[in-house]
Structure formats: C-alpha cells, structure tokens
C-alpha cells in the first residue's frame, strides 16, 4: 500500500510528529506515491481554524486528518468532531503536545494514543490506523434485475423488516454512539447527511434470511420507519463478489434501488457460516457483558465482518447470540427480528462504552 502527507505543519513539535509518522509508515510496508493522489492512506495535515479536506480521486482513499492543540481538548468529541466532518476525512488526529493523540472516529467516538517520545507515539498511531487504513471495503453493489416477479410487492419477511424497522424507531437510538445531533451545527450536520445519504438518521441495519443462499436486508441511510417499498428501502442481498468487492443485489427492472446497508458483507458472512440464523439487527446501542471486536475496522469492511462472523461463532449458541462492534454498537441474532427485539430490548443501552 502506499501512503503520502498533505498539508503543512504549522510548529516545530507537529512537524516532528509527522516525520516520525512518516517513518512509522515506511517500517510498516508502506510506500510513498510519485503522485499523492494515488495514495492508499494520506495523513492531512491542517490547522485547527482552517480544516481543509483532501480532494480524493479514489472513495478508496483512507484519509487522517491531522491537527494540534496546545492544551486537550476539555470535550473530545465536541471539539474535534466537528473538524472531522468538516475535514471529509475517515478519522481525526488530534495531536496534544508532548505525547498524546487523540482519534476521533464518525461513528466510533474518540480515544487517546499516547507515547513517551515522539518516535513511540508515531509508532502507536500507525500500529492504530494500519489495519484500519488496510480493511478491505465491501461496498459497491452490482444490481441486478432478476427478482422474481411473486417478490416485486415484498413477502412476509420484508413486512417483517418493516414492523422491526417502526418499532426501532422507538427507541431513539442514535445515528453513532454518541449524541451527534448535539456536537455539529445545524450546517454541519447537512453535510453529514449529505455525505452519507442519510434521509432520517440511520441508526442500524436490519435483514431476515430468505433462503439459503440470499436475504432481505435494509438499504444504506433510510429511515428504518420508513422501510415501505420492497425492491428500494428493503433489498435481496443475492451474494457476494470478491474481484472487485461488491455485494450482488436483485432487484426490480421498473425501481430505482437505494445501495444496500454497508454491514451487507458482514451479515452476508453470518448467515453463510451459521444456517440456523433467520435474521440479524445491527444497532447503535450496547448490553453489559457481551463479548466485542478488538480493533476498530470501518463498517463494510472485510475484517470487520470476519470478526463479528467469529465472534458469534464462538458464543454457546450462534443462532441466538449478540456481540459487540467496539465502540460501535451490537449485532443480535436470533430465528426472527421480533423474537431478537423481544430479547435485547429490555437490556440495551442507549451510550456505548468508548474504549
């Protein structure tokens, strides 16, 4: 992979901090581009007063956006993740002099790195953002109109995803785990809305297995009480392409489908490797006492599906389990959507446990 620095560091202790970055990438495989738009990972460097995004060329570009304060923030997310909106950047470093970094995350929260030289935070901040940076993401869809034709009006499994879908809408969980509504301005949360496509703020994912081989399952950024037209808001997950990455969907030839929920690949992996599974919902939430995912790999990647896959395929019974996305969320199992809900609601937390 290949990684390139935008950007200019406006002090002495930043520019340190960004050689020894530099150098902590070439340790680690990484080289560097003739052009920095080619670059796999750009660490973006910019002021706190003036945070400019990189331009990608490529959606696959993992940016950092990196900046410095001379005293931490007194609210971490209040404070930095307005920045990364305004940065379009896939995480926020928020580099504290002498030997601290904060990452924010859009729907992960924010925690701290830190090193006792700069060398040794650089080091920790790569060994942070390498697997990140190196998640493969699943998702593009490649459409295809072949759903029959006894689907095109849904079945009882769409209506199913329907009534799940309202009574979620009950709980007033959150688009991330945290209250982002209350840390953006009113402008900077259009963009956010913008940049995700997100209609009522999405706050999970839902879908209900079919058959063997494909699923229904909520499509990316609708408003879960609004999951009405089968074939747009609800879609028939038909498989998965590896070369390139992209969930097979089919769908009607006469409706223009939204993209299905980036989560595809990981409940795509679930119900491959568990066949008692019958349904999956992925939420903005928590429970005490669940196991969770390790590292903090971005939604729709491979590695984040093959550690929920695991994870589940470790608990006492797979078909019936819930498991933790860290600082994320949950995703429950179980033989329908409203047995699940029956089971987890009474136990979810509305603030997930940063860490």
């Not at 901040?125 to 869809?141: H, K, M, S």
């Not at 769409?158 to 709980?171: D, F, P, Y």
Request: charged share 25%; proline share 8%; glycine share 8%.
């Amino acid at each position: 992979m290949q990684y390139a620095v935008a950007g200019r560091a406006a002090s002495p202790s930043l520019e340190r901090l960004v050689f020894e970055l530099a150098g902590a990438l070439d340790r680690a495989g990484f080289a560097r581009p003739v052009d920095a738009a080619a670059a796999d990972l750009v660490v973006n460097v910019f002021e706190a007063d003036e945070p400019r995004p990189f331009r990608r060329r490529s959606r696959g570009t993992f940016v950092a956006a990196l900046h410095e304060r001379v005293e931490p923030p007194a609210d971490v997310l209040r404070e930095t993740y307005p920045l990364l909106v305004r940065a379009l950047a896939n995480v926020g470093l928020c580099f504290v002099p002498p030997g601290e970094v904060w990452f924010t995350t859009m729907e992960r929260g924010a925690y701290a790195v830190h090193g006792s030289t700069p060398a040794e935070l650089a080091a920790r901040v790569v060994e942070r953002l390498e697997p990140l940076a190196r998640a493969r993401l699943v998702i593009d869809n490649e459409f295809r109109p072949d759903l029959e034709p006894e689907l095109w009006s849904g079945d009882e499994m769409t209506e199913e995803i329907r009534r799940a879908g309202v009574r979620l809408g009950e709980h007033g969980l959150l688009p991330a785990p945290f209250p982002v509504e209350e840390l953006l301005d009113e402008r900077d949360l259009r963009h956010v809305m913008r940049l995700y496509g997100i209609g009522g703020l999405s706050y999970g994912n839902l879908s209900r297995r079919k058959d063997e081989r494909r699923f229904w399952m909520s499509a990316s950024g609708v408003d879960k009480t609004q999951l009405d037209v089968p074939g747009r808001d609800v879609l028939l997950v038909a498989g998965y392409e590896p070369e390139p990455p992209r969930m097979v969907v089919s769908v009607r030839p006469d409706v223009e489908p939204r993209r299905v929920s980036v989560d595809a690949i990981e409940h795509w992996m679930i119900y491959r490797e568990h066949p008692d599974v019958g349904a999956i919902l992925h939420v903005h939430a928590w429970m005490e006492g669940i196991p969770a995912t390790d590292v903090n790999y971005p939604c729709g990647t491979e590695e984040l599906a093959r550690g929920v896959a695991d994870l589940i395929g470790r608990e006492p019974d797979p078909a019936q389990a819930v498991v933790g996305l860290r600082n994320h969320g949950i995703t429950a199992t179980g033989p329908t959507l409203t047995e699940v809900l029956d089971r987890i609601e009474p136990h979810l937390l509305r603030q997930v446990p940063m860490s």
